[in-house]
């Protein structure tokens, strides 16, 4: 097909397919209400930008350290935007002086009083497989998120923080920041998901192995080599304001692509490639008739500016 009859083809689907254009007003004045910003505690939501929320761990007397609130308010705020239509992408980052410290040990004081009221080894293991699933679940609500979700870590990222960034899509650090699995300073196994993910961000199993073996910590040069993180900045104003230019560029997208490209990449991680093209497959016989991909190729193939689309 040339590209005469292409562009023909476009414009007389665009009679029925297109929808009423919108400005880029009406995408702001909606984007910039969001809903339920003050229902944490323990958590920050802000809309920096249209279709960008930032959501900031908010412990920082506690140097943002994990406890049972908080990890129940981080899996009802990522289920939350992950049906919020007025977000397409997400910033994550901690308040005051570090990213997390990791666990709050109180919490460990909290469950072991709770574990008092049992004399059997059945009922206590059903208390400590029911915490840790809901634990698990917090650190995964990221990446069960459907939109592109972005760390933002300074200084230390411990334990439970360096669990929370192995879930999320892109990782920017600061030249101050470290990484460290410490569960294993605790006398424990890490069980919320590093142990799983973190040998398949940075390809190294030896090197993995080493981190969660020993508790050492990984500073911000090496996690930039071993594939850990994609960029590290001087300071934290610049990677914030590198991390804001990034998601907005990302919101100005089609929430279409970005979403079933997040889903494409995560489900090809943990199938082989003949499977991951049957599933990108299914999913793209429906997704290509969408109005984006045609908004999207007319203003290629016209030399247009970039459409602007409409929620998903």
Not at 113 to 142: G, H, M, T
Request: charged content about 25%; glycine content about 4%; hydrophobic content about 40%.
């Amino acid at each position: 097909m040339n590209h005469k009859v292409f562009l023909n083809s476009f414009l007389k689907m665009s009679q029925n397919l297109f929808l009423r254009p919108i400005s880029f007003r009406e995408l702001s004045s909606a984007a910039m209400q969001p809903k339920n910003l003050s229902k944490f505690q323990t958590l920050s939501l802000t809309v920096p930008k249209p279709f960008v929320y930032h959501v900031e761990l908010n412990r920082p007397e506690k140097l943002n350290s994990f406890n049972h609130e908080m990890f129940n308010e981080i899996t009802d705020c990522f289920k939350t935007l992950h049906k919020d239509e007025d977000c397409r992408v997400i910033l994550l980052s901690g308040a005051g002086r570090l990213f997390s410290a990791g666990l709050d040990l109180t919490s460990v004081a909290m469950v072991q009083e709770k574990l008092a009221d049992y004399d059997d080894v059945a009922r206590k293991c059903k208390v400590f497989r029911e915490l840790i699933i809901a634990y698990q679940d917090a650190i995964s609500a990221p990446e069960k998120c459907a939109k592109p979700v972005i760390s933002l870590v300074h200084n230390g990222c411990i334990g439970a923080g360096t669990d929370l960034i192995t879930s999320v899509d892109i990782r920017y650090c600061t030249e101050d920041a470290y990484f460290q699995v410490k569960e294993v300073e605790l006398g424990m196994a890490a069980d919320i998901g590093v142990l799983q993910r973190l040998p398949r961000i940075i390809g190294n199993t030896s090197l993995a192995n080493e981190l969660c073996l020993t508790g050492r910590k990984i500073g911000a040069k090496e996690s930039l080599e071993a594939g850990l993180v994609s960029k590290v900045f001087k300071d934290k104003e610049s990677m914030m304001a590198s991390g804001l230019e990034l998601a907005e560029s990302l919101s100005l997208k089609s929430p279409v692509a970005v979403q079933m490209t997040k889903r494409s990449i995560l489900y090809s991680r943990d199938h082989g490639v003949e499977a991951g093209l049957q599933h990108i497959a299914d999913w793209n016989q429906v997704m290509l008739q969408s109005e984006d991909f045609m908004n999207a190729a007319m203003a290629l193939a016209t030399k247009s500016p970039p459409p602007t689309f409409s929620k998903l």
